[in-house]
């Protein structure tokens, strides 16, 4: 299982041609500003109570009072306590997707992924000691190692539902969840090696190899 990512950004996928320059989406309004930025420091004050005392001995109130919000703000942002520690899961999982949907003509779709992969997750954070304390939280709490687990098989079967619908394949096709599940761990099984960057690049290399040879050409 991928570890977590301490509010690295995402990760993401590709298809169809790309729009045109016009059909850009605009710039969030400043509404949209004003909720994003009220979400960010929710989820900052959360992990900085979480990582100084501990998961289980911060409250809902308190993290509220940190942020300067109602505890009903709060939950409208984010409506169980784990989420606050995975405030990216949504953009992670929608970055992976359009990793997949939105990729070269021509480009296979593991390269799609690793090319994603390295941008947002090839960096190794093993000698950041943020990322080995928020690996230490989670790990550390059986509620936020449940939740970690549910997210990622959440990813894995909305990215194998989209590999399959990319490759015109059945949409419970055990190559396209072992695609996902593997491009998923690729760059945990990276670190975990010491490899780094060209660690990451041999796995999706492997796995573009294998996927091609089961996969119809993209047209």
Not at 14 to 37: F, L, N
Request: aromatic content about 6%.
């Amino acid at each position: 299982m991928p570890a977590p990512s301490p509010r690295h950004g995402g990760t993401a996928p590709e298809p169809p041609e790309p729009p045109a320059p016009s059909a850009s989406p605009a710039p969030p309004g400043r509404r949209e500003r004003k909720k994003a930025a009220t979400r960010q420091a929710i989820a900052d004050a959360a992990l900085r109570l979480f990582l100084a005392r501990g998961y289980d001995d911060v409250g809902i109130r308190e993290i509220a009072d940190a942020a300067d919000v109602s505890t009903t703000t709060l939950f409208k942002h984010f409506p169980v306590k784990e989420a606050l520690v995975f405030d990216r899961d949504a953009d992670m999982e929608a970055g992976l997707l359009a990793a997949v949907r939105d990729r070269a003509r021509g480009e296979s779709i593991p390269v799609a992924l690793r090319e994603h992969a390295l941008r947002h997750r090839g960096a190794d954070p093993g000698g950041d000691p943020r990322f080995a304390a928020f690996l230490e939280l989670v790990n550390g709490t059986p509620a936020l190692r449940d939740y970690h687990q549910a997210m990622w098989l959440r990813h894995t079967a909305a990215l194998a539902a989209v590999i399959a619908d990319e490759s015109g394949l059945p949409a419970d096709d055990a190559a396209c969840t072992a695609l996902a599940h593997y491009a998923l761990e690729a760059p945990r099984a990276a670190r975990a090696h010491g490899g780094g960057r060209e660690a990451l690049v041999r796995t999706f290399q492997l796995l573009d190899q294998g996927w091609r040879s089961l996969a119809p050409p993209r047209p």
